[in-house]
Protein backbone atom coordinates (compact mmCIF):
# COMPACT_ATOMS: atom_id res chain seq x y z
CA UNK A 1 0.00 0.00 0.00
CA UNK A 2 1.41 2.99 -0.84
CA UNK A 3 1.19 6.52 0.78
CA UNK A 4 -1.55 7.60 -1.81
CA UNK A 5 -4.21 4.99 -1.14
CA UNK A 6 -3.87 5.52 3.01
CA UNK A 7 -4.17 8.73 2.30
CA UNK A 8 -7.36 7.87 0.10
CA UNK A 9 -8.94 5.46 2.49
CA UNK A 10 -8.39 8.03 5.45
CA UNK A 11 -9.62 10.99 3.53
CA UNK A 12 -13.28 8.73 2.74
CA UNK A 13 -12.72 7.65 6.69
CA UNK A 14 -12.59 11.12 8.01
CA UNK A 15 -15.05 12.38 5.37
CA UNK A 16 -17.55 9.49 6.51
CA UNK A 17 -17.63 10.46 10.12
CA UNK A 18 -17.97 14.09 9.62
CA UNK A 19 -21.21 13.20 7.36
CA UNK A 20 -22.32 10.85 9.49
CA UNK A 21 -21.55 13.59 12.99
CA UNK A 22 -23.36 16.57 11.05
CA UNK A 23 -26.47 14.01 10.11
CA UNK A 24 -27.33 13.45 13.94
CA UNK A 25 -26.60 16.88 14.71
CA UNK A 26 -29.13 18.38 12.09
CA UNK A 27 -31.75 15.77 13.10
Given amino acids: MNIFE ?3 QNFLITFAV ?3 IGLLQGA
Fill in 6 to 8: LAE
Fill in 18 to 20: VLG
